[in-house]
């Protein structure tokens, strides 16, 4: 509805419904919609290939732009502020045509609706403020899929979005290896929505995992990127970066079980004394890390509420995503885009997550085991890893207002504890 209600647009503006819908009941509800708003416009397809990437793709072949044209894709659950598109407009009407790619800023929509959402979406912020900006002035700038803009010429000259899950993020970069540019947007801000609960999560990072594994194997076939010599070394090292945590994640978690086995095992490393600068070194990255975070919020118990969750929200979810990754870099993506909102899309996620809650508690009691054999103070890394992944099966509770609720996002708190716990015995351990 925010589309509807944007001011000032002019003549020369078409709003567009893509539909894919497989569902008779929400084809309905569009067409219902379409009705009731006779300025919005229809484009209908009659199956799902390609899914997002294929859907825009079969839109704007209909639609044919000019190469001149502009095109914004705003998700069903966005709100655009109300002068969004004209001051977009503003922003883009003097862009060179090198630049293909405007990306917006994003907020948090408020009120959060569920206890997940309260602690946790302090990360939208977190990535649109900070991180986004810095990137435009020093790195790679991504199109995202929202909050941002395309030009029609751009995407022609691409010959599409590619297919593949993370669309959007490959299409950037081909642009780049075309020599567009894509330029930070920071006139106004999209509000979106944070993953409601523990399975949302799950299924969102799942896609994005094997999105970004399915991403390396298209990056092997897209090589003028690495060999472009109009891409800055930073853009190619930051490109990759972006991808990094999701690469990260399955050597993480192999570290964690590869150091406590060899610790429990190995004469000279138990105990363990630690090098005089290692502690500094620990204590340098921490506080890097969190100095990030009052540009999100100012107030303090809620950082410390993100950062105590989050830690353990994620690293519960680090093994199914580890493997998401993998399977996603060997076989390639096999998840729906929508990250699983319609009923087909989500039996994949929904089998994948109950393994999950069999496989993680195991991974999370040989990782107290090979803590408890290691004489070192990273027993407590593997220790708040181990209670991490203890704590998947209870990960739904985490939005539930009763006692059980509670007493869910109190331990949720522990594994942080076991990371502090972890920089004090540092200190305690190291030589001189």
Same mark, same amino acid.
Not at 173 to 192: D, H, K, M, P
Not at 243 to 251: A, Q, R, S, T, W
Not at 354 to 360: E, G, K, N
Not at 383 to 399: D, E, T
């Given at each position: 509805?925010?589309?509807?209600?944007?001011?000032?647009?002019? =003549?020369?503006?078409?709003?567009?419904?893509?539909?894919?819908?497989?569902?008779?009941?929400?084809?309905?509800?569009?067409?219902?919609?379409?009705k009731?708003?006779?300025?919005?416009?229809l484009?209908?397809r009659?199956?799902?290939?390609?899914?997002?990437?294929?859907?825009?793709?079969?839109?704007?072949?209909?639609?044919?732009?000019?190469?001149?044209d502009?095109?914004?894709?705003?998700?069903?659950?966005?709100?655009?502020?109300?002068?969004?598109?004209?001051?977009?407009?503003?922003f883009?009407?003097?862009?060179?045509?090198?630049?293909?790619?405007?990306?917006?800023?994003?907020?948090?929509?408020?009120?959060?609706?569920?206890?997940?959402?309260e602690?946790?979406?302090?990360?939208?912020?977190?990535?649109?403020?900070?991180?986004?900006?810095?990137?435009?002035?020093?790195?790679?700038?991504?199109?995202?899929?929202?909050?941002?803009a395309?030009?029609?010429?751009?995407? =022609?000259?691409?010959?599409?979005?590619?297919?593949?899950?993370? %669309?959007?993020?490959?299409?950037?970069i081909?642009?780049?290896?075309?020599?567009?540019?894509?330029?930070?947007?920071?006139?106004?801000?999209?509000?979106?929505?944070?993953?409601?609960?523990? =399975?949302?999560?799950?299924?969102?990072?799942?896609?994005?995992?094997?999105?970004?594994?399915?991403?390396?194997?298209?990056?092997?076939k897209?090589?003028?990127?690495?060999?472009?010599?109009?891409?800055?070394? $930073?853009?190619? #090292?930051?490109?990759?970066?972006?991808?990094?945590?999701?690469?990260?994640?399955?050597?993480?978690?192999?570290?964690?079980?590869?150091f406590?086995?060899?610790?429990?095992?190995? %004469?000279w490393?138990?105990?363990?004394?630690?090098?005089?600068?290692?502690?500094?070194?620990?204590?340098?990255?921490?506080?890097?890390?969190?100095? #990030?975070?009052?540009?999100? $919020?100012?107030r303090f118990?809620?950082?410390?509420?993100y950062w105590?969750?989050?830690?353990?929200?994620?690293?519960s979810?680090s093994?199914?995503?580890?493997?998401?990754?993998?399977?996603?870099?060997?076989?390639g993506?096999?998840?729906?885009?929508?990250?699983?909102?319609?009923?087909?899309?989500a039996?994949?996620?929904?089998?994948?997550?109950?393994?999950?809650?069999?496989?993680?508690?195991?991974l999370?009691?040989?990782?107290?085991?090979?803590?408890?054999?290691?004489? $070192?103070? #990273?027993?407590?890394?593997?220790?708040?890893?181990?209670?991490?992944?203890?704590?998947f099966p209870?990960?739904?509770?985490?939005?539930?207002?009763?006692?059980?609720?509670?007493?869910?996002?109190?331990?949720?708190?522990?594994?942080?504890?076991?990371?502090?716990?972890a920089?004090?015995?540092?200190?305690?351990?190291?030589?001189?």
């Amino acid at each position: 509805m925010s589309c509807l209600s944007q001011t000032d647009l002019g =003549k020369g503006h078409r709003l567009i419904i893509c539909d894919d819908s497989e569902s008779e009941e929400e084809k309905s509800r569009v067409d219902s919609f379409c009705k009731e708003h006779p300025t919005v416009e229809l484009i209908r397809r009659g199956d799902r290939a390609g899914y997002k990437a294929g859907n825009i793709n079969h839109a704007l072949g209909v639609i044919e732009p000019a190469s001149d044209d502009w095109i914004v894709i705003v998700d069903a659950d966005e709100l655009l502020d109300p002068a969004h598109l004209w001051s977009l407009g503003c922003f883009i009407h003097d862009l060179p045509e090198s630049v293909g790619i405007v990306q917006g800023l994003s907020d948090r929509r408020l009120p959060a609706q569920t206890r997940l959402q309260e602690c946790l979406s302090l990360e939208i912020p977190l990535c649109f403020r900070t991180v986004l900006p810095s990137r435009g002035r020093f790195g790679f700038v991504p199109y995202l899929g929202h909050a941002g803009a395309f030009r029609a010429g751009a995407w =022609k000259a691409a010959g599409g979005f590619p297919a593949v899950v993370s %669309e959007d993020y490959a299409f950037a970069i081909r642009l780049r290896s075309l020599g567009f540019q894509g330029v930070v947007w920071q006139g106004s801000t999209v509000r979106e929505s944070y993953p409601n609960s523990f =399975k949302a999560l799950f299924r969102r990072l799942s896609k994005f995992s094997s999105g970004t594994g399915e991403l390396f194997r298209y990056l092997k076939k897209e090589a003028t990127f690495s060999r472009s010599g109009v891409i800055t070394a $930073s853009e190619k #090292f930051d490109a990759l970066m972006q991808l990094g945590i999701y690469v990260i994640n399955p050597i993480a978690l192999l570290n964690v079980f590869v150091f406590g086995w060899l610790s429990g095992r190995s %004469e000279w490393m138990n105990p363990i004394l630690v090098p005089p600068l290692l502690p500094y070194l620990f204590l340098t990255l921490t506080l890097w890390a969190v100095s #990030f975070l009052p540009t999100g $919020s100012p107030r303090f118990g809620e950082i410390f509420r993100y950062w105590s969750t989050a830690s353990t929200v994620y690293l519960s979810l680090s093994p199914a995503v580890a493997f998401a990754f993998v399977r996603g870099l060997i076989k390639g993506a096999r998840f729906d885009p929508t990250h699983g909102r319609t009923s087909n899309a989500a039996s994949l996620p929904a089998r994948e997550f109950r393994l999950a809650m069999i496989f993680t508690p195991i991974l999370g009691i040989g990782a107290l085991l090979l803590g408890s054999t290691c004489d $070192s103070p #990273f027993r407590w890394v593997i220790a708040g890893h181990g209670i991490s992944y203890l704590l998947f099966p209870i990960g739904p509770l985490f939005n539930r207002e009763d006692f059980l609720g509670s007493i869910c996002r109190g331990l949720f708190v522990i594994p942080t504890v076991c990371f502090i716990l972890a920089l004090v015995a540092l200190y305690s351990q190291t030589w001189y």
